[in-house]
């Protein structure tokens, strides 16, 4: 069933789980984390990232996802991640999107909070969930040039109270992108910030983390946790080892097998450490 993520994060964190959002770029990936998710009888976040939605619309995108998550009994919510702009999170929510992150975290604060406002605003009109971003998580890639700025607990606290998002994503110590398990989490930041904020909180990039932190983390107040790196890597690796082994191989469908089962494992141990 469709919906958004406001009830899951709730009932995630007094149960001292976190929710996976895990970036999807088509049928195969979703299915897996589905698949994953009935058997664990959790709920399921399939988000849509920047690359994905320069990839294909998201009009067509809302429409695959939707229907899958129609035709499961486990709540899923289809979540657009890193909105870039009031634009693209309206077309989103009239696409079937039942969730939308706009990522204002590149812009003073009282901007960021006044264009969260906007989106909120429309969002919640139309009963869908909304994650918004204080202070900015970087990028462990120097082709994207995003400046890493550790979120402020009171800036924190201002921007949840003002903007009414139901969801805020905070930095402190993941990067996106990474490969290697060797971030650093700033534990005394985000206990700061779970102090004085009563919003669930998100942690992107958590592919850099190790299993003993994703566990740490879900008896926080973190509700949701974004997953994407380590679901490309093990699908790309396995592919590439698919046509290594046979050179004449062309059939998608049949290349794509191995690579799905490969990233289904990935999921369930996500799920796993996030309590699940």
Known sequence: MLVNMVKMMKEAAVADKAVPGFNVYGYEDAKMVIEVAEALNAPAILMTNKDAVAHMDVKYQAALYGAMGEDTDIPVCVHLDHGKDYALCAKAICAGYTSVMYDGSGLPLEENIRQTQEVVRLAHACAIS??????????????????AMYTDPAEAKQFAEETGVDALAVAVGTLHRMQVQDAKIQYERLEQIQELTDVPLVIHGSTGL?????????????AKVNIGTALRMAFGHTLREEIMADSQAFDRIKCFKRPMEAIKEV????YKRLGW
Do not use: R, W
Not at 130 to 147: K, R
Not at 210 to 222: G, M, N, R
């Open 130 to 147: 909304v994650e918004a971003e204080i202070g900015c998580v970087g990028y462990n890639d120097p082709s994207i040039h995003a400046i």
């Open 210 to 222: 190790t299993d003993d932190d994703l566990t740490k983390l879900a008896a926080t107040s973190v």
């Open 267 to 270: 999921i369930h141990q996500k």
